[in-house]
């Protein structure tokens, strides 16, 4: 990995502390009210890491598969690109697959769908809400 590249990853771990340093834990829920196909994976890790293995697999299901993806990236040019791409396909798909499921289980307190409470909802209802009369 080059200066660039860990100079990316820097910015984005800075930006990703500042938000949790507010309290935004996930910033795609905070603006949309809806949960991303990642919620609840830093809760897994953490539940992992105090060796509570189910809590990490009620959290996310999938919290162990960042570790295999980031070994794929690391070695991608080390690997055949259709092992890449391959691997690609695969994580996108059990994610997507994951989410699907857990959004439409109403017992799934992880996984939400609550547009209304989002910041570009409130935002809106405010400009077009208070003021459209």
Known sequence: MNKKDMRGWAVIAGF????????????I???????????????AWL????????????YHPL??????AALVFFFRRRLPRQVVRAALWV????F?????VRLF???DTVVVFAPRE???YRILSWLFGAHGT
């Open 63 to 68: 919290f162990w598969l960042p570790v295999p």
């Open 16 to 27: 990703y502390a500042l938000i949790e340093l507010a309290g935004v834990t996930c910033p």
């Open 118 to 120: 989002g910041l570009i």
């Open 47 to 58: 539940s992992l890491f105090r060796l509570d293995v189910a809590a990490a697999f009620s």
């Open 29 to 43: 829920r905070f603006l949309t009210g809806i949960s991303c196909a990642g919620c609840g994976m830093s809760r």
């Open 91 to 94: 994580v996108c798909a059990l």
């Open 96 to 100: 997507f697959i994951v989410y699907l």
């Open 105 to 107: 289980q109403p017992e």
